[in-house]
């Protein structure tokens, strides 16, 4: 034999090569010549239970025609010696011409001198009955259950054969471009050369297959929570949307119905892109299933069944990361969560620019839209979608009423409607917070996308203290296995799991670990590695990442902190530690697990934020401030949660933060809105449910949406300017305009009697028209009857009354 059919003999016995057929891709390969390496294309492998038997048909049992490099007899289709393939070459063999010992070519064979080997033909071995049209996976399937085969080589589309090696011709300088008869999107030799492919040893499929169905389960995990929120979000829009539409085309605005059908539309088109995703989910959720059901791998068609399930999910898997995309994407633009407190003030009432008597004014206007309605947020999330929208975006209107909000982006502003019949005594200040003084080892990232999910790590107190990664089903509350971390996947064996975090500058999840005898450690996990990155201070079992690099992390003698963690070493082992300090405040505990939250808390403006780390116990909220030192402590006494409870779970997504506790009563947001740091209050609200856990911590992606819809109803939080006037003989100017923000109390429902009901008055604020100032400063927007002001509303209306 030559030289490179020797180099690929002693390669391909390695069980280095793993490809997956990727259902759907139609690849063609040809000519691959002998003087060049070999391609890596989309090939099938077939790591599935090898040297074992398999069951076998009686009319494959055939003794007298069963020849193999041995010369000895066979039974095809019974041991599976080879799990996966790969095209080498294209060439003329000289095996397929004269080395079949015991076939039609008999008495052409002329290896008993050289090699005393034979090829093996499928046409030979296998009954006509029982024949299939030939693939390159049919003759695989074939060939890897020859003894002692190393190659397979395919010849006019049709015809398979066996072979320990092949040999090189000189040949002409076609090319092997004969589609295989059973599958006309690949190729099987040529009219005078056969297609070589090298055959791979064999290893484990059980662990692809459960690898495989892991990375899928969090997919359909996250699929699933995205569905959930894309439809909470469309049920709100379009409830939202009919109230407000029915309210204001009673009272005469046209332009707002035409918005509020435009929130319709959009919510449709969100019920719609989550259907979509459903039925990939469905499909996903039944091969996960199906595939765990698999129990012996001795059978053949056990074996066959694994390959098939993971073809499915590796096309499911393309299909779902498209729908998640798109889900990720839509629910972003209905429901951005991403609010910079404060953001608001940059922005002021459109009649500020018209006429200042009616600052105040419950107004409405229409203008040519930037993105999509908007549901469920805050005026300060309107106004940081906006700016968001740098380049077009010039403002927005707000509708506060009802059980949901709506906001709509504007680039510019064509109508507007002033409700002078809604006027009443000015309410409190809105937009501003009161002022109060073996070597590295390479860790697969958490599949963090638009949408985050909540996860926990948990231990089990079972007599193995089982840790597993799971995750909380918005729709159910049920906490759902992702993967098990088994205790000897470190050695020496870990004794548990907690404090975990992801760090939004790598999507890594960080977790403290300890190990009897040697202490606790930050360690790196992935479903299959854990990595050690640093020596903690003692037992820690609450932790969480800011948006800088630095974890904290907390346990019964106090918290710590450790910078730059993305930068540093993941070691194989705890003994190849270095001499990582953390800084270290001792101290009691705050808490059973821990947020983080980066807003302006202070009044020093929306671009000046402050980092605090948060944790609560029973009914009390502790801030610590720890962008400065000395970190200032604070405690908070939290409304809405339930007394007694440890709130052993925390998550950021954004800037919403969330906890649950261990005894299952829900999940319950934080309103950043609601923190007063003069009356230390802060208030929580109850989103969803979650289920009992044990020795559990929170863990998300900091960088992700919320999967939960917002259901904190609006709030009045009305625009007031603290005005100074100077006369002239002609106008009155409003001078020295500085918001600011206080706190106010929920709004209450309106009672219900047995006559129809009515929609009662707005609260000041609860509907506003709000313009950028820094775009329209030291202008009007007062209608231009010469048409000159291309900026001016085309259309103004003072309606004195108010919508009922």
Not at 316 to 339: F, M, Q
Not at 423 to 445: F, M
Request: charged share 25%; glycine share 8%; net charge positive.
């Amino acid at each position: 034999m030559n030289g490179f059919t020797l180099y690929f003999i002693l390669l391909c016995t390695k069980p280095c090569f793993a490809f997956r057929k990727q259902q759907g891709a139609r690849r063609f390969w040809s000519n691959f010549s002998s003087n060049k390496l070999p391609v890596m294309l989309d090939i099938p492998q077939y790591q599935n239970d090898c040297w074992k038997k398999q069951a076998v048909s009686s009319s494959l049992l055939q003794s007298n025609k069963n020849p193999g490099a041995g010369l000895g007899a066979f039974t095809p289709y019974d041991v599976v010696l080879k799990d996966g393939f790969m095209p080498v070459d294209c060439v003329k063999d000289e095996l397929f011409m004269n080395g079949d010992k015991f076939g039609d070519g008999k008495f052409s064979y002329n290896l008993e001198k050289v090699s005393n080997v034979s090829i093996v033909h499928y046409t030979e071995v296998v009954p006509k009955e029982d024949r299939k049209p030939m693939t390159q996976n049919i003759c695989f399937e074939f060939c890897r259950t020859v003894p002692e085969m190393i190659f397979f080589g395919i010849f006019m589309g049709r015809d398979c054969y066996c072979t320990p090696y092949y040999k090189m011709v000189a040949d002409d300088s076609s090319m092997c471009d004969q589609l295989c008869e059973g599958d006309t999107t690949k190729v099987c030799g040529g009219k005078s050369k056969s297609s070589i492919f090298s055959m791979h040893m064999c290893s484990s499929t059980e662990a692809d297959l459960k690898k495989k169905s892991i990375a899928s389960k969090f997919l359909e995990g996250d699929l699933k929570e995205r569905m959930h929120l894309a439809n909470d979000l469309s049920g709100q829009m379009q409830k939202s949307a009919r109230f407000n539409q029915k309210v204001f085309g009673k009272a005469g605005d046209p332009a707002t119905s035409d918005l509020m059908q435009i929130a319709k539309e959009f919510a449709g088109d969100l019920a719609e892109t989550a259907g979509a995703a459903e039925r990939v989910t469905n499909k996903l959720s039944g091969l996960i299933k199906d595939s765990a059901e698999l129990k012996d791998f001795k059978k053949s068609d056990t074996v066959t069944a694994a390959e098939r399930f993971m073809e499915g999910m590796d096309e499911a898997d393309e299909e779902g990361k498209e729908r998640r995309t798109e889900l990720g994407e839509i629910v972003r633009l209905a429901h951005p969560s991403k609010v910079e407190l404060g953001s608001a003030t940059q922005y002021y009432p459109i009649m500020y620019f018209v006429d200042k008597e009616y600052v105040n004014t419950m107004t409405t206007c229409s203008g040519p839209l930037v993105n999509k309605p908007i549901v469920g947020e805050t005026v300060d999330g309107c106004a940081s979608a906006c700016d968001a929208a740098l380049h077009s975006c010039v403002g927005f209107v707000y509708y506060g009423l009802g059980n949901s909000s709506l906001c709509f982006l504007f680039s510019g502003f064509k109508s507007a409607v002033y409700w002078t019949g809604c006027d009443e005594k000015k309410a409190p200040d809105l937009l501003q917070l009161e002022q109060t003084s073996k070597g590295p080892v390479k860790i697969d990232p958490m599949p963090c996308g638009s949408v985050s999910r909540a996860w926990q790590s948990t231990t089990f107190d079972d007599k193995d203290k089982t840790t597993i990664l799971q995750a909380l089903n918005i729709e159910t509350g049920v906490y759902e296995d992702v993967f098990k971390i088994p205790k000897d996947r470190t050695k020496p064996a870990f004794r548990s799991i907690n404090s975990c975090a992801i760090n939004v500058l790598d999507s890594n999840l960080y977790c403290s670990m300890e190990i009897n005898g040697k202490g606790s450690f930050l360690v790196s996990i992935d479903s299959e590695k854990v990595g050690f990155v640093a020596k903690l201070p003692g037992w820690q079992y609450a932790g969480v990442f800011d948006s800088k690099d630095n974890y904290y992390c907390a346990g019964d003698k106090g918290w710590s902190i450790l910078s730059q963690v993305s930068k540093m070493v993941v070691h194989s082992s705890l003994f190849e530690l270095g001499s990582e300090k953390f800084k270290t405040t001792y101290g009691s505990a705050i808490g059973a697990d821990l947020a983080i939250l980066e807003e302006d808390l202070t009044g020093g403006g929306h671009h000046k934020k402050q980092t605090y780390l948060l944790a609560v116990k029973d009914t009390t909220v502790t801030m610590i401030r720890v962008d400065k030192t000395p970190y200032d402590k604070t405690t908070l006494r939290a409304k809405g949660l339930p007394a007694g409870k440890v709130w052993a779970n925390a998550w950021n997504f954004k800037s919403a933060i969330y906890f649950a506790s261990e005894t299952g009563e829900g999940v319950y947001q934080l309103y950043i809105d609601s923190i007063n740091l003069g009356t230390r209050t802060c208030k929580f609200e109850k989103v969803g449910k979650s289920a009992k856990s044990a020795w559990s911590d929170g863990i998300s992606c900091p960088g992700g949406l919320s999967p939960y819809r917002p259901v904190h109803p609006p709030e009045p939080k009305p625009y007031t300017a603290t005005t100074t006037t100077t006369t002239t003989t002609t106008t009155t100017t409003t001078a020295g305009l500085k918001p600011k923000r206080v706190t106010e109390k929920p709004t209450k429902k309106p009672t219900t009697t047995t006559a129809p009901p009515t929609v009662p008055p707005p609260k000041v604020g609860q509907v506003v028209c709000m313009a950028k100032l820094s775009k329209f400063e030291g202008t009007t927007l007062k209608p231009d009857k010469a048409g000159k002001c291309k900026q001016c509303l085309r259309k103004l209306t003072k309606a004195q009354r108010c919508y009922d």
